[in-house]
């Protein structure tokens, strides 16, 4: 069962994925893969892998994430090789082929204070080029009360990189560069940015590029889980570009900065 590709996924889509680095898919993904989905990700945060993060808050609640599940969680690999989330990313970047980046587990349980921070994510990868994007597939309802995401339109386009932080915490961290400098304090200047949020269901998908400037509500609410998985992805004009920083790193000692992606670490999962 692949899933569908939606009509409406066009040119216009691509166009507007481009100009404010983030859109909305309404029922992107079906509850047959949403089922597969929740299935891995409760063997996922019972066996974590070696770069897990668990974050207690001080008033309690859970943030948990990881990464890289399908190479070794069944239910992500088939997501990943049997669903329509590949040809989709495609569609959208109107690329010619697809590398897979990571995928990134991110699960706030009720009752977690932890919002997350500002920050984007290309400088957390060592990717190049102007084709880096990834989907955020919730698997609860979400809003601004159980951690909906958060964005600057339009910020991918100023050309900035900003120095990464620890994405629960907010603190820089130290061994990466320092790049152009910290986020700026988007919460205390609201009339210089447009700041977007979404209102999902299970099946909805955001699609944004890794420059875009985006954060998450912490989960207030009492009984809501909120459990989203984001799969990333470059292009064809993408190219590996070595960073000091690389929390989901990946073995690329056969790769060359400037070259090409295509590996065992960053393997073509799609070609026109």
């Known amino acids: 069962m692949t899933g569908t590709i939606l009509k409406d996924v066009n040119a216009k889509t691509s166009r507007q994925w481009r100009e404010d680095g983030v859109i909305l898919i309404k029922e992107a993904f079906s509850v047959y893969w949403l089922d597969i989905l929740v299935d891995g990700i409760e063997q996922a945060m019972e066996n974590p892998s070696p770069i897990a993060r668990d974050y207690i808050g001080e008033s309690g609640g859970r943030f948990f994430t990881d990464h890289h599940m399908c190479r070794r969680i069944e239910a992500f690999r088939r997501f990943e090789e049997e669903s329509n989330v ?18 990134h587990l991110l699960v706030k349980e009720p009752g977690t204070e932890n ?15 102007p084709d880096f994007g990834s989907f955020w597939i919730p698997l609860d309802a979400v809003d601004e009360n159980s951690g909906a995401l958060r964005f600057v339109k339009g910020s991918h386009r100023s050309g900035k990189i900003y120095q990464p932080v620890r994405i629960a915490e907010g603190v820089l961290v130290e061994e990466a560069d320092q790049y152009d400098g910290p986020v700026p304090n988007i919460d205390e200047n609201p ?38 998985l984001s799969t990333r992805y470059a292009g064809s004009e993408s190219y590996w570009q070595p960073r000091p920083y690389v929390p989901a790193a990946n073995n690329t000692q056969d790769l060359e900065e400037g070259g090409p992606l295509d590996s065992e670490a960053y393997p073509v999962v799609w070609r026109n």
């Open 86 to 103: 590949t040809e989709l990313a495609a569609k959208i970047m109107r690329t010619e082929k697809l590398n897979y980046v990571d995928e």
């Open 115 to 129: 919002k997350t921070h500002w920050h984007q994510d290309l400088p957390y990868y060592e990717i190049g080029g």
């Open 191 to 228: 009339d210089l940015y447009e700041v977007v949020s979404y209102n999902m269901l299970p099946g909805d998908a955001l699609f944004f590029h890794a420059g875009v400037l985006h954060a998450a509500f912490p989960n207030k609410t009492t009984t809501r889980r909120r459990r989203a």
